[in-house]
């Protein structure tokens, strides 16, 4: 099945730090999606972005389809940023594959 | 207000009963969804729904149970036939097929004692 690789594992920022995070898949999607899990295990969906750049306040996401990744970044971050970002993405057997994650932590 | 519910929030059980967890959604999507997460890991896909009636096997359907009687509910049984149930487990939908956006309920978290 299709592979998705998330970098880094895990993220310490100072508040108000700028970071991204990649998301690395190892063949062709319909469909990538972005999500923040809270630390009450709430799965917030960040971006549909199957291509191209979107963004949502201090949020951005941007996939290039053709060379399988994305990346997410968080510009200015929050304490209510901390949590689990995850990378999810359907391959054509329309299961949406989820990547391992990435923890952030925000420090005030 | 439209959304998923699932429930119990958290859920006991002894090893040799089944359990079921409930999910409820009043968005009216068409497709549901059944995902285990353990800790430190990423989902993963148990049973999915395209339509009423009828439901799929995801990758760790060994064990676990559903049913797709209606559009707003899809249920997952927990049977003594899985070898390890303790697990954080996410109920979600999407308007037609895993190719849209996909919205996820709070969870339940199940413990085997």
């Known amino acids: 099945g299709i592979q998705v690789e998330q970098s880094p594992p895990d993220l310490i920022l100072q508040e108000g730090a700028n970071s991204t995070l990649r998301c690395n898949f190892s063949?062709?999607?319909?469909?990538l999606q972005w999500f923040h899990q809270n630390p009450w295990g709430q799965l917030i969906n960040l971006f549909y972005?199957?291509?191209g750049t979107k963004q949502n306040g201090r949020l951005s996401a941007t996939t290039v389809a053709t060379e399988r990744y994305s990346l997410l970044y968080i510009s200015s971050s929050q304490t209510t940023d901390s949590g689990v970002y995850f990378c999810?993405?359907?391959?054509?057997?329309?299961?949406?594959?989820f990547g391992a994650g990435t923890t952030v932590t925000v420090r005030a | 207000d439209g959304g998923i519910t699932q429930s119990p929030k958290y859920l006991f059980r002894k090893e040799g009963q089944n359990v079921t967890l409930s999910c409820e959604q009043n968005?009216?999507?068409?497709?549901m969804y059944w995902y285990r997460q353990d800790p430190g890991q990423g989902l993963r896909l148990i049973y999915y729904?395209?339509?009423?009636?009828?439901?799929q096997k995801g990758d760790i359907a060994e064990g676990y149970s559903v049913s797709r009687e209606k559009k707003e509910s899809f249920p997952l049984t927990v049977t003594s036939a899985q070898k390890n149930p303790t697990a954080f487990y996410l109920c979600?939908?999407?308007?037609?097929?895993?190719?849209?956006?996909?919205?996820f309920g709070p969870g339940t978290r199940l413990t085997v004692l």
């Open positions: 979600a939908s999407s308007r037609a097929g895993a190719r849209d956006t996909q919205y």
């Open positions: 063949d062709s999607v319909n469909n």
């Open positions: 972005i199957p291509s």
């Open positions: 999810a993405v359907v391959p054509n057997d329309y299961k949406l594959s």
């Open positions: 968005l009216n999507h068409d497709a």
């Open positions: 729904s395209q339509i009423v009636n009828d439901f």
